[in-house]
């Protein structure tokens, strides 16, 4: 930063990073002198000289190396579908309602959390305003009956989620058209209004046909539909594609028509391939779709944690490529996903299904770089101590990912429902606040660099903040050095001002820099004052 007709004469020290809250010593810090004090006049006849000003401006704009920010993505996931997480009944108030969201949300800001996986589409049904597809049987005990008062679910999540500095990930499940724990079908059931394009299972789930297009169709209007209308972080799917075997008793999936349609059209693939080329056009269609809409929304996936039995070597159990036609691995190699999520639900020592060696073997198919956050199994992984399990999973993620790190919990009731957990995560590897990892793969237009007002208050300073484009900014970082150590702390976006002590610990204030971030994580330039 350079500011006219001021000259550098001071230096302060020199730091490293750190995190939010975290301390770094050392840092150069370079002052700039107020230009408008007043000059004494020499030889002036018959006139007194004037001397300085023997009082120092209130505060100096300071080149300074800032510390890193602490990254990780640390977020939950929140089920609707059978009520299993929120709505935790479909009779519920609407005060009621928004009580368990508030809940929820205050205990993941408060533990450190950045990221809330919300499913807003559990099986063709919505928990938000829809022309498309009929209010939630999850929400109101009824398909097609809109809450009342009427409000709008989604919109709800996403301003309290954004108040707490959270971003908000919209869930779809992409081809369930009908749950067996959502009531009866009715008329305005998608089961019914597109039964066409719709299968029913053996075991009473109804099912989207992948292979048709008007499927393909359908499904992209509801994504580009909330992209579009609702200010999400993401959208997410989850690992079901076509269904698990077990969902129609071993029987081979019902799509008798659209192969033969295939066939007759001349294609030549196996009908495993042609159900695999399905799901993979849908898959990098929805995610060229999302960024022609809106380039910063993310696109995650969250796959069973499995590709195929030995990948890696020793390695046992369901195959998504078989069984699902879901090629997972081939949607990472391609870069279809801007984060990945296998559920990883094993515990490290695991025979057969290992989270050391699963995780490993994915990080080394992605080779183009997408973030890769393993799903952990927070409720009920099957081990003696779940919470130091758990805490072990994010440690060894840590050392495997390095500068990319983050996980997803499944879900937010081993979160509510264990003490023990969020006592083990935040007193461990969630001590302190962290922004999510940037996506460099994402175009995005640089911030402006906030402009920062320091007040003396006596025996405090009181900072307030400003930039040009408020509408770009999701987080404010500020960044405070006592002693020439630095201190950070990550802020929501309506925070704007903060009195910041002169002394604490027995150190001194010496000076304050701010830094806006947006809401793909990254960091504009800073502004920074020196404190006298």
């Known amino acids: 930063m350079r500011v006219s007709n001021l000259k550098l004469i001071v230096l302060l020290g020199v730091l490293a990073s750190c995190g939010s809250s975290r301390t770094v010593q050392n840092n150069t810090v370079k002052p700039v002198k107020n230009p408008n004090t007043t000059s004494p006049v020499k030889n002036a006849p018959n006139l007194p000289v004037v001397k300085p000003n023997p009082v120092p401006p209130a505060d100096e704009i300071v080149k300074v190396n800032l510390p890193a920010i602490n990254r990780e993505f640390r977020g939950a996931w929140v089920a609707s579908v059978a009520n299993i997480n929120w709505p935790s009944r479909n009779d519920l108030s609407i005060d009621q309602q928004k ?101 029913r299972l053996k075991n009473g789930m109804y099912w989207f046909d992948p292979a048709n297009p008007k499927t393909q169709g359908h499904v992209s209007n509801v994504v ?65 779709e999302i960024h022609a809409e809106k380039s910063y929304v993310k696109f995650g996936i969250s796959p069973f944690g499995i590709w195929k039995p030995g990948y890696p070597a020793g390695i046992t159990g369901s195959s998504q490529y078989d069984e699902l036609y879901a090629d997972a691995k081939l949607w990472l190699n391609r870069g279809w996903v801007d984060y990945f999520s296998p559920q990883l639900y094993w515990p490290i020592d695991s025979k057969g299904q290992g989270f050391e060696a699963l995780l490993n073997w994915w990080e080394s198919e992605n080779t183009l770089k997408r973030h890769l956050w393993p799903g952990l199994n927070t409720v009920e992984i099957k081990t003696s101590d779940r919470s130091t399990e758990i805490k072990n999973q994010i440690e060894l993620s840590r050392q495997i990912l390095k500068n990319d790190v983050g996980e997803v919990h499944w879900s937010i009731a081993g979160l509510t429902k264990t003490p023990s957990m969020l006592s083990t995560l935040k007193n461990g590897p969630y001590k302190e606040k962290a922004l999510v990892p940037k996506s460099p793969w994402i175009k995005a237009v640089p911030l402006a660099t906030p402009t920062l007002f320091v007040t003396d208050n006596g025996s405090s ?72």
Do not use: C
Not at 113 to 130: E, G
Not at 185 to 199: G, P
Not at 244 to 255: H, S
């Open 99 to 199: 009580a368990e969201a508030i809940s929820m949300l205050d205990m993941l800001k408060d533990n450190n959390f950045n990221a809330v996986i919300f499913q807003v589409r559990p099986s063709a049904d919505a928990l938000y305003t829809s022309s498309l597809e009929p209010w939630s049987y999850f929400l109101t005990g009824e398909t097609g009956r809109s809450p009342f008062p009427n409000y709008d679910p989604l919109q709800f999540w996403i301003e309290e989620s954004h108040k707490r500095g959270l971003e908000l990930h919209v869930w779809l499940n992409p081809y369930r058209a009908h749950h067996t724990n959502g009531g009866a079908v009715n008329s305005l059931s998608m089961a019914n209004k597109l039964s066409d394009i719709v299968v």
């Open 224 to 288: 580009k539909d909330i992209v579009q209308r609702y200010d999400i972080d993401a959208v997410h799917f989850d690992d079901y594609f076509y269904p698990y075997a077990a969902y129609n008793r071993g029987a081979d999936f019902p799509d008798n028509a659209s192969w033969a349609a295939y066939i007759n059209s001349g294609g030549t693939l196996s009908r495993a391939d042609w159900r695999r080329d399905n799901v993979n056009k849908f898959v990098e269609r929805i995610y060229k």
């Open 461 to 532: 300073i009181r900072a307030n903040w400003s930039t040009k484009n408020l509408k770009d900014v999701f987080q404010w970082v500020l960044f405070t050095q006592y002693n020439g150590v630095w201190e950070t702390e990550i802020l929501t976006l309506d925070t704007l001002t903060k009195d910041i002590p002169k002394n604490k610990d027995g150190r001194s204030l010496n000076a304050i820099a701010i830094k806006a971030i947006d809401r793909l994580g990254n960091e504009s330039d800073y502004m920074a004052k020196k404190i006298k």
